[in-house]
């Protein structure tokens, strides 16, 4: 209901503020922003299996990489896979491996570059520049030209890229367009240490976070000895960051797990794993991998619209119970209050589950309910990166691209890229719980798609070779027509 809500907020402002006669023109270009490329035919400027075509867009540059699999009306996933500071796309390719089609046989990757190389996400970020429209006009424009299932969205990201990919989380529109969400090594940041950081405007950046949906699907991947964006607390000049342990939680709470209800316990002793109760879910952790990875995962329940308004209802009681302590005159009122409102919640629980699917997952014990909604794992003895990592017995040591070597007894392997992609293929949004679309679509960046780069240049670059002719300037033109 908020939701639709803040659709009909963005539209109206969009049109209030739109010149008299672009008002029909902005209609036309959200009609047109369908899933269409399914039915056109394919002519993209880049081959099945690779290697990365890097494509202008606006004035940013992306690469991206179709999978083998990839058929012009089968719907593929996509996932956008944001790279470190001082990192470019080409080098974030590299290290994650994410186009890799041996592991990544079926998703199409983009790696966006940052401006100027700063994301929004940087503690020094550039507030004028705005990642996550970007993000909504590349999703646009991209679904236009290619078969893109929009139920199979997905970010990942490293370092400060991955803080993009807190922000998406973050985001009323992006938590529902994209389905799940992954991050190695993120640079997560609190505040200012000054008293000027109250009206710090990173700052608010960072304390405000509203996604839309619950839950939440996130993956982080930590490294114990990274020195760049510390697990712990650390202060780096005048920024300080959140210990991951605190990030954890706090996203543990927006999916609605509630807070702890009890001390760590383990269920089987023969297991090294430990259980930790929580209001609305749980949290498993315990040390794999020979000791030298650690992994905890939370399970939140799904609850039911009745749980959810008794949840709401039972808050206002404790609320009602807390005034009374302070005077006796107020007393008999709000305890008035309390069982009227009671009698409302129940009323406005029958009502909204009259309305809403019934979900058989509500009716098993709340225990066996719901997903596992956040999955972190820590590194032991490995810095800065993303880790693909064979595991001897007292060292970690990165292996290099391409397909991990095979584990043996002593020397299991992590590898993130299989993470990230597992993680992914195993979520996919439906379509009541997605965005319809992007009302923030930047159509005069994507009057600019796309003027692809001389393939040999890096995009590290920064130099556009110019526009190149033949079937991809056509291309480039009938978009400009069609939009
Ligand atoms: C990024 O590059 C700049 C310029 O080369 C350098 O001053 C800075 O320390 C680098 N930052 C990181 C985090 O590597
Ligand atoms: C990583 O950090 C741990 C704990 O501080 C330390 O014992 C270990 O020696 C470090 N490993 C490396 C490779 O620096
Ligand atoms: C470490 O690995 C070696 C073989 O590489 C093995 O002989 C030894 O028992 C291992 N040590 C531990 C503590 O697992």
Wanted: net charge negative.
């Amino acid at each position: 209901m908020l939701l639709t809500q803040f659709f009909h907020l963005l539209v109206i402002g969009r049109l209030a503020t739109a010149k008299s006669s672009s008002i029909e023109k902005t209609v036309d270009k959200v009609e047109f922003t369908k899933n269409n490329g399914c039915t056109k035919p394919f002519d993209f400027p880049a081959e099945l299996g690779g290697p990365s075509k890097g494509i202008q867009i606006g004035n940013r540059k992306v690469r991206i990489t179709l999978p083998k699999n990839y058929k012009q009306d089968v719907p593929a996933p996509l996932i956008l896979a944001f790279h470190d500071k001082n990192m470019t796309a080409s080098e974030m390719e590299e290290e994650s491996q994410l186009s890799n089609s041996v592991l990544n046989p079926d998703s199409i990757v983009l790696y966006p570059e940052s401006f100027e190389n700063k994301w929004m996400s940087d503690e020094d970020a550039n507030l004028k520049i705005d990642d996550k429209k970007f993000v909504g006009s590349v999703i646009d424009g991209l679904s236009d030209q290619l078969c893109i299932d929009p139920n199979r969205i997905y970010a990942a990201g490293l370092g400060v890229g991955a803080g993009v990919v807190h922000f998406l989380a973050c985001d009323p529109l992006f938590s529902k367009r994209i389905s799940a969400f992954a991050m190695t090594n993120p640079a997560l940041y609190a505040g200012l240490l000054s008293p000027r950081g109250v009206k710090d405007l990173i700052t608010l950046r960072w304390q405000t976070c509203k996604p839309s949906r619950i839950p939440i699907r996130i993956l982080e991947i930590h490294s114990e000895n990274n020195t760049v964006n510390h697990f712990r607390a650390v202060t780096t000049g005048e920024r300080r960051r959140i210990p991951v342990v605190h990030w954890l939680v706090e996203w543990a709470m927006r999916n609605g797990c509630g807070s702890a209800a009890g001390n760590p316990y383990m269920e089987d002793p023969d297991e090294p794993m430990y259980l930790t109760d929580l209001e609305g879910g749980t949290i498993h952790e315990g040390a794999i991998h020979m000791g030298k990875l650690q992994r905890a995962y939370y399970k939140c329940y799904e609850r039911s619209p009745e749980e959810i308004v008794a949840g709401f209802m039972q808050t206002f009681e404790k609320l009602d119970q807390g005034l009374d302590k302070d005077g006796e005159a107020d007393k008999l009122e709000s305890k008035d209050k309390g069982e009227e409102g009671t009698k409302e919640g129940t009323e406005l629980s029958k009502k909204i589950a009259e309305k809403v699917k019934h979900n058989p997952e509500w009716d098993k014990p709340k225990k066996e309910r719901g997903i596992v909604s956040i999955m972190h794992y820590f590194v032991k003895n490995n810095g800065h990166g993303w880790p693909r990592v064979s595991m001897k017995n007292g060292t970690t040591e990165q292996f290099g691209p391409g397909v991990a070597p095979l584990p043996t007894a002593d020397a299991p392997i992590f590898d993130s890229t299989v993470e990230v992609l597992e993680w992914f293929r195993t979520h996919k949004l439906s379509d009541e719980a997605r965005a319809p679309e992007n009302p923030e679509r930047d159509d005069e960046v994507l009057d600019k798609v796309v003027d692809e780069l001389d393939e040999d240049e890096d995009a590290k670059s920064g130099t556009k070779t110019g526009e190149t002719k033949g079937a991809k300037q056509e291309m480039a033109d009938r978009i400009k027509d069609e939009l």
